[in-house]
């Protein structure tokens, strides 16, 4: 219900409003965020490879309702990717785009073109794109955009969420060779008819999509920070005879920052998904929902400040 509640308000003008104003937050939110700007961004980025690990970028914006708005997500992609062609940091770093910061809310049209304005510039920057996925309507659009840029940029990543109930099918569909996926259990709220609502359900879910794609051809991107299911990952990778760079894991920037490190340390490719930007309401919301114990931290802001 609490995680109900949270995803609610993550789309609420008036608690945003109220948690973006309020003097605590900023300090809470650099837990998870790398900050404003894309030197903020470069800096962490620097200091995550020069430990082995590998990253995606996200500039924080969804929900885009203005083909202006579009265009200033797209302007701030490409500036990044020029940054990281220039440090040649194209092999270790990548980025993730959110198709409604983008417009696809109002013009999928509009939505593929920016988003073939941001491949153009990864690929110039020797890098990839991974389109993120979000809530459950969004799905088949994204699918249908992903498949269009594939032609074009075949590197182009897909995201599967394990709570949706046709993430199995989408799995099989997508497992093929060249193929990159990244798993998740997934972020946002869906009602019943499309999605299992039991996180044992979600994580059962989670387990068969991984069966599917460590056992498939593509280049599975395995995104949890769940130690039962980073072990099963593990021992798919062996029975499939997977070598370490035919797939990777990924977490968030902040969450289990120690687990990233070891994992790295054993020879996995392991990759940190990085937000930074102004626009971070929707993605602290999110991480909130996600563990009463990041409530807990945040609550516990409020008091000590
Ligand atoms: P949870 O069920 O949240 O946690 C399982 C277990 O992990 C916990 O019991 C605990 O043992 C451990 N754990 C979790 N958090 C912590 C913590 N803070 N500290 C210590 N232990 C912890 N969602 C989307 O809908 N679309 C996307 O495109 C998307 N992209 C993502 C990209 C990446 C790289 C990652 C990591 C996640 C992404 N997500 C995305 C979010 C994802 O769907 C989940 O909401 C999020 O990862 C939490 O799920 P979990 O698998 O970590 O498991």
């Known amino acids: ?16 409003k109220l948690v973006e104003t309020a003097p605590f937050t900023r300090d809470v939110v650099k837990r998870f965020v790398a900050g404003e700007g894309v030197d903020d961004a470069m800096r962490a980025i620097e200091a995550l490879t020069a430990e082995g690990l590998l990253v995606t970028l996200d500039v924080l914006g969804e929900d885009t309702l ?42 999928e049209d509009l939505a593929l073109e920016n988003a073939r304005r941001i491949c153009t510039a990864a690929k110039q920057a020797g890098t990839t794109v991974t389109l993120d996925m979000e809530d459950h309507t969004t799905v088949d659009s994204t699918l249908k955009i992903l498949h269009e840029l594939r032609r074009d940029f075949p590197g182009t990543g897909a995201v599967i969420q394990a709570y949706l109930r046709r993430a199995e099918e989408h799995c099989a569909e997508l497992a093929y060779e060249g193929s990159r996926v990244r798993l998740c259990k997934g972020a946002y709220a869906a009602p ?3 999605s299992f609502t ?26 949890t ?8 990952a593990g021992a798919l990778a062996v029975l499939n005879e ?15 920052p120690a687990e990233q490190r070891r994992l790295a340390a054993q020879g996995a490719q392991m990759r940190v ?23 807990g931290f945040f609550m516990r802001s409020l008091v000590s400040k």
Request: with cysteine; net charge neutral.
């Open 66 to 107: 203005e083909a202006g708005q579009a265009e200033s997500t797209v302007k701030a992609y490409v500036e990044l990717l020029n940054r990281l062609n220039g440090a040649e940091l194209g092999r270790r770093a990548e980025v993730s785009v959110k198709l409604t910061a983008l417009g696809q809310s109002f013009d």
């Open 273 to 295: 998904y990085v937000a930074y930007g102004q626009e971070w309401y929707g993605y602290f919301m999110r991480r909130l929902a996600e563990r009463p114990a990041n409530l």
């Open 1 to 16: 219900m609490l995680r109900q509640a949270l995803l609610i308000a993550s789309r609420s003008g008036g608690v945003r």
């Open 225 to 232: 920070h769940d130690p039962r299911l980073i072990d099963i």
């Open 242 to 256: 997977r070598e370490a760079d035919t797939f990777e894991y990924q977490m968030l920037y902040g969450i289990r």
């Open 198 to 223: 039991d996180k044992d359900e979600v994580d059962k879910s989670y387990v068969r999509c991984m069966k599917v794609l460590m056992a498939g051809k593509g280049y599975p991107m395995l995104a």
């Open 192 to 194: 019943e008819e499309v």
